[in-house]
Every structure is written in structure tokens, then in C-alpha cells.
């Protein structure tokens, strides 16, 4: 038999590996942001068209490519960056592996312009899925231009996998930002569908930051520095007061490089304990720098992790550093610690009688007046919750058997034993702050009254945007927010139907915008952090999940303002919350997929008392 094996041609081998390092069209905009960077260029400008699947287009005043350059830079594995296996642990620059270029114009159509400064006339390439369709003398402008358009044109099940384009979109900010973010004495323009979404003038760190994220980050922001020898780490941090429930702006940077490192976003919060509660994310841009030698940077073009030599020491260095900027500007000494509050025992029956200047009053539990007019609280609110579909995942009489004894008749002194006086409203009782426990027929229902409140606001929030309910409350005194450009794009993209959940937002500037109501219960709430929040959250959905508008708008705001697990709660509120619970279309699992409550059946608790 004749042999079989070959090798492949090498605009198969490059497809191969594109589909390694271009996994979308952020990707490709890293990628020749990177190569613009590397290229000495003090301005980049970017261009894309309906997020970048279209048209990507980077360029810059770096220093340019010869003629044959230009031709080489498309070859795998061909770069000028290293040269020999040592410059691996010497590695400056962003690019290194020669793959980028290569892997693009084996899946896109690409247009190249390049000049070197001495040159007189430039280079122009076109090439299409490996192949070169073109090759001249142009003049063009010093630098490098680089189109690629029509990206995974020849690969269209990647293409049709991509997510919806606001979902890409989100991909190219963050890799842009992650980019300017550190390259802050380099120029930047990025338009987005002929609209210009960024400018960005040659600044000093932090004035960069500020562009990039909102003229509020100017008085959030606490500066670290820590230089000794060999490592030196710089940065901005966040006051704990503005820390965020939502993972937020958290940025580590090595030697130029964004990197995610959970090891060291953990010093960080390390740092921060005690200062914030314990699901606020602060947050930071830490800059470190060292010796290539003493990290792995050998790492896969898509993954943004990276080892150091000695991990430890580096958690160290940062949690002191950023103990020591917490420290410097007083700010341990001048903040209010969250003291916790241990309510885990309370006198019986006398839990009505506490008084807790951190509570609110039952009335103001539920955002919207609306639900609780519906069903006003009474004496016997098991009686009045609807009973519907949710029921039939559990032993049909458990959940009516919740009622107090003496009003459902259903069940005899045996099963149900006759309780003391008060015993109707301790049928439900709060545990460890967090759950809520009452007997059911069959055992103990728990409820976890955050993920309760979830799925409540969540279906109520969703009704309301669905059938257009609006509700309004206005305010007196209407309150300024702002934010950074692609925020206040999308808030501006999603006013319509904020506005139906009784969020009254107009356009004041540019990234300005006026709030002039806001649903009742809620009005007190610091609505700039209220609308990051969401906004967070509704960018986190879109790019893990893809969710539609609506549904991605009600999950983040019922997220964002679910009662944290931790507040104790009114026996009243208490049962309010189990009533509504059980009147959701879905009572079982919150909006993400966690289970609401679990049942203790009575045979385990039989079992566990030998019974
Ligand atoms: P790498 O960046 O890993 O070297 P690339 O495929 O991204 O690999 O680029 C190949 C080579 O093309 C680079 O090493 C560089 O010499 C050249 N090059 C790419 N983009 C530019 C640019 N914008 N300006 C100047 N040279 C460039
Ligand atoms: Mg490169």
C-alpha cells in the first residue's frame, strides 16, 4: 500500500490555527492592536463595522514594514520579535509567536498598507484565506493599516457561532480597553459604525482611566506604589466605598500585558477585608512590572493567565501595598466598618419586638407598591396565596399545608400539633439570616430568601416591561450620573424600557444623563451605583448568556436589587415574601438556575433521631 501521509498545505495549517487564536472578532482587533503597540506607534486608530464581522480596521504611526517585510509578516510563524529560544524569557513586546497575521488572512480578506519612515513609496497587500491577490508600491501614510474584512468568511460555522453583536461589541471594548488602559501616552480614536465611541488624547495613567471609565473615577480612585528591586507595582485602587456587588473594573497588567490571575485578585480582596462586604468586588488597575525572566509568558495566545516565578511573594507584595494605600489616605481609619450584626438568636416570640435601626420597615421591602396592594398582608396570608403549577414538582399537599392549623382544617391534632398562642405567625421563622424555615406536611421547607426575592422582582420586573406598565415616582431633586462612552451608549440603548420600570432618564451630555424618577422603593438607593450596577450585570448576561433585552433588563435588576442575604427580616416580611414566592409562575429556581428552596422530608429527620 502506498504511504498515506502528507503534509498540509499551508492555507489549511493556517486555518487550523486561527481557529486557536481568532475565536472572534475581538480577537483579531487584539491582535493587530498588539502589533501596532509593539510597532512603536504613538497613535492607533480603530474602525469597526457591525462588531467587527464586517470590517476591522487598525492603524498607526509605528514604525512600518519593507516590501518584503510585508510580505513575510503574513507567514506562520514568521516575526521579528524573537529570534532565538532565550529571547522566550526576555520577551517585551506583546507579539511573539508570528501567528496573528498568518491566522487572520486565512479566514478574512485582508488589506495591508505599510510604510517604513525612510521609505518613500509603500507596500500594499491584499491577501484572501492564505492566498496573496495582490501585490504593489503605494503611497500610503508612515505605519501600517491593516482591514480585515469579512471575518470567518470561509468558515462559516464559526461565523454563525458568533453571538449576537452587541455581545462581539462588548468583546472589542473590553479588549480596547485592555490595551489603553496601559498604553496611556499612546493616541487612540475608535469608531464604531461611523460613530466615534472613544477619543483619547496622550494622558498620564490615571487621567486615562478616567476617560475610559466616567469623570466619576476621579475621586474613587486611591493611588499604590510599591517599587523595590526587582518588581515594582503601580496603580489606582478603589475606596471600599465604592466597591461593587458586580465584578467590575479589575485589571492586572504585567510588563504591558493584561492579565486575569485569580490567585492575586484574591490579595486583593484580601486586602480589603473588613472594608467592604463580603460580595463587594473592589475595584483596581495594578500594573507590575518585572523581570521577563521571572514569569511564564509562554502562554496561549487566547489565554490571558501567566505564572510568576514565585507566586507567594507577589501575593504578599500586592496585599501590602494595597493595605498600605488603603492606609495612607486614612481611609481604614475613617471608615465606618460593617459591623457584623448576629441575629442568629433572638428571645422567642420577641423577634417582632427588636428593634434594628438597620432594618427597613416592612413596607418598604418590596420595590414596587403595586405587589403589596395586590395582596395586602392579613392575618392568614397562607389562605390567600395562589396555589399554581409549581406545586405539582413536590407532594401536592405540601405547600397548602403550610396554613396554621387552626385555619385549614385539613389536618388532624395528630399530624399538625396544636400550637401555642402565637403560633401562627411563628410558623415561619428566619435562620442564620439568610433562610427562611417553616414546617410543611411532609418536613421543613427552606427557603434562601435572597434567591427568593430574585425570582419575585425578576417576574414582576419582566410583566411589567412586557405589557408596558409603567410606573413612575417621580423625584424632587433630579440626580446627575455619567458614565464611561460604551456604558452610556448602552444605558442609552436600553433607556426605553428602564424608563417602563419607572426609571425616569433623560440624555444630558455626551455621557451625562438626568434621573428624574425612579420606582418607589428604591429612591434612596445612590443611583449611580444602582444604574453600574445593572449596567455590569446586564453586560455580564449578554456576553455569558446572550439573553434577550427584557429578559437580560428584569434578571439584572431583580439581581441588583434582591434583599442581600444577611438583612433580618419582619415575620411580616417574612411571609409576605413566602406569599409572593409562591405566586411566581416559576418559584422553584431563580432566573439563573439556583433552587429557590429545598424540603427536609420528615423521614430524614425521623431517621436522624433514630425514630
Ligand atoms: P508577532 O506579532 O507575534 O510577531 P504577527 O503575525 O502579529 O506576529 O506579526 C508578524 C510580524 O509582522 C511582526 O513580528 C512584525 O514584524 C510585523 N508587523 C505586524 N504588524 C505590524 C505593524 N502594525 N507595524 C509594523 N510591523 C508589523
Ligand atoms: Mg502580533
Not at 83 to 89: E, I, K, M, V
Request: proline share 5%; aromatic share 8%.
Amino acid at each position: 500500500m502506498a504511504d498515506i501521509i502528507q503534509l498540509l498545505p499551508d492555507s489549511v495549517a493556517n486555518q487550523i490555527a486561527a481557529g486557536e487564536v481568532i475565536l472572534r472578532p475581538a480577537s483579531a482587533v487584539k491582535e493587530l492592536l498588539e502589533n501596532a503597540i509593539d510597532a512603536g506607534a504613538t497613535e492607533i486608530n480603530l474602525i469597526i463595522k457591525d462588531a467587527g464581522k464586517t470590517l476591522i480596521h487598525v492603524a498607526d504611526n509605528g514604525g512600518g514594514m519593507s516590501e518584503r517585510d510585508a510580505r513575510m509578516s503574513f507567514e506562520r510563524h514568521a516575526t521579528s520579535k524573537i529570534r532565538q529560544a532565550n529571547d522566550l524569557f526576555a520577551i517585551r513586546t506583546l507579539g511573539f509567536r508570528g501567528e496573528a497575521l498568518a491566522s487572520i488572512a486565512a479566514i478574512a480578506q485582508v488589506e495591508m498598507k505599510t510604510r517604513r519612515h525612510e521609505d518613500e513609496l509603500g507596500t500594499l497587500i491584499e491577501v484572501e484565506g492564505s492566498r496573496v491577490k495582490n501585490q504593489v508600491n503605494c503611497s500610503c501614510p508612515a505605519g501600517t493599516s491593516v482591514q480585515v474584512k469579512n471575518l470567518f468568511f470561509n468558515v462559516p460555522a464559526r461565523r454563525s457561532f458568533l453571538k449576537a453583536e452587541s455581545a462581539e461589541q462588548k468583546h472589542i471594548v473590553d479588549e480596547f480597553f485592555r490595551i489603553a488602559l496601559v498604553y496611556h501616552e499612546v493616541r487612540f480614536s475608535f469608531h464604531q459604525n461611523q460613530k466615534l465611541l472613544y477619543q483619547l488624547q496622550a494622558t498620564v495613567r490615571k487621567q486615562r482611566i478616567i476617560a475610559l471609565f466616567g469623570s466619576g473615577y476621579n475621586e474613587r480612585l486611591v493611588p499604590v506604589e510599591h517599587i523595590s528591586g526587582a518588581i515594582s507595582i503601580t496603580g489606582f485602587i478603589g475606596k471600599p466605598e465604592y466597591a461593587r456587588k458586580t465584578r467590575g473594573e479589575q485589571y492586572f497588567f504585567v510588563n504591558g500585558r493584561y492579565i486575569r490571575h485569580p490567585y492575586l485578585h484574591h490579595s486583593i480582596e484580601n486586602a480589603y477585608r473588613e472594608l467592604i462586604p463580603v460580595d463587594s468586588v473592589p475595584s483596581y488597575f495594578i500594573y507590575i512590572d518585572t523581570d521577563p525572566g521571572t514569569i511564564d509568558i509562554n502562554i496561549h495566545p487566547t489565554k490571558t493567565e501567566i505564572n510568576f516565578l514565585d507566586n507567594k511573594v507577589i501575593y504578599a507584595v500586592i496585599r501590602s501595598a494595597v493595605r498600605q494605600a488603603l492606609g495612607i489616605n486614612n481611609i481604614l481609619d475613617s471608615i465606618d466598618f460593617e459591623v457584623e450584626r448576629s441575629h442568629d438568636y433572638l428571645p422567642p416570640g420577641d423577634d417582632r419586638q427588636v428593634k434594628n435601626p438597620f432594618d427597613t420597615p416592612p413596607s418598604a421591602f418590596n420595590p414596587f407598591d403595586h405587589a403589596s396592594d395586590r395582596r395586602k398582608l392579613s392575618a392568614e396570608p397562607w389562605l390567600k396565596a395562589p396555589v399554581r403549577g409549581w406545586e405539582s414538582l413536590y407532594d401536592n399537599s405540601d405547600f397548602k399545608s403550610i396554613q396554621p392549623p387552626k385555619n385549614d382544617g385539613m389536618f388532624s391534632e395528630t399530624e399538625f400539633p396544636p400550637a401555642s398562642q402565637e403560633s401562627d405567625r411563628a410558623t415561619v421563622f428566619q435562620f442564620q439570616n439568610r433562610y427562611l424555615v417553616s414546617s410543611i406536611k411532609s418536613g421543613l421547607v427552606v427557603i434562601d430568601q435572597q434567591r427568593a426575592h430574585e425570582r419575585i422582582l425578576f417576574e414582576q420586573y419582566l410583566d411589567r416591561i412586557q405589557h408596558h406598565q409603567q410606573i413612575i415616582q417621580q423625584e424632587l431633586f433630579p440626580f446627575q450620573v455619567s458614565f464611561g462612552s460604551s456604558d452610556a451608549e448602552l444605558l442609552e440603548e436600553i433607556m426605553e424600557d428602564l424608563n417602563i420600570l419607572g426609571f425616569h432618564l433623560n440624555k444630558l451630555g455626551k455621557n451625562t444623563f438626568v434621573v428624574s424618577g425612579t420606582p418607589s422603593g428604591i429612591k434612596d438607593a445612590d443611583l449611580q451605583a444602582l444604574l453600574e450596577d445593572l449596567l455590569d450585570q446586564y453586560k455580564k448576561n449578554l456576553v455569558d448568556l446572550g439573553l434577550d433585552k427584557s429578559t437580560n433588563l428584569a434578571r439584572s435588576l431583580a439581581f441588583s436589587q434582591s434583599a442581600k442575604s444577611g438583612r433580618r427580616l419582619y415575620t411580616e416580611e417574612m411571609i409576605h415574601l413566602i406569599d409572593e414566592l409562591f405566586s411566581c409562575k416559576a418559584p422553584e429556581l431563580t432566573p439563573g438556575g439556583l433552587k429557590v428552596f429545598a424540603i427536609i422530608p420528615v423521614d430524614q429527620i425521623n431517621q436522624l433521631l433514630n425514630r
